[in-house]
């Protein structure tokens, strides 16, 4: 947990980040929110959320569920949480950001293996810009890559299907 918070953004390197954008006429606006525990001690610490100030990112309320925010992000960027693949349904661009794979690996382990999924991954900023510049393309479609690769069938039909078997099971 003591690396998780103002550690994961500054090898985020959120400045570097923005001045990339910067050039190309965008402004990034930066959202992030941890474990309840991290988000907790960010907002309760000072020097985090002077660093936050400073670096213009706003850390979202633990009372706001994550797919709230969804539809107000173009791109999510996370580590492992499995949120991604929530996000993955709205078919927006995803990034894995996997700083410590190596040491996350050995103390939790990982359901899936990261490598084989078939989205980008970046463990530093400079990896994040690499993958803007030079996969801009590719990442417009790794949400759809991603739920092929999971094999998602959703076709907006759930409910009358549930309804339909709910109607067979009960003759």
Known sequence: MENNGIPQLEKLEINVLKEF?????????????????VNQRLANDKKSREYMKRHEVELVDD????????ENVDVLITDYSSIFFDYALLKKPLILFNYDEDSYSKERGFYIELGSLPVPVAQDGK??????????????NSSERLLNYVGNFEDGTSTEKVIELMKKASK
Request: hydrophobic share 50%; no cysteine; aromatic share 12%.
């Open 127 to 140: 990896m994040l810009i690499q993958i803007f510049e030079e996969q801009a393309q590719d990442l417009l």
């Open 63 to 70: 009372g706001i569920p994550l797919e709230n925010l969804f």
């Open 21 to 37: 954008f910067a050039l190309r006429g965008q402004k990034l606006n930066f959202m992030t929110k941890f474990h309840p525990n």
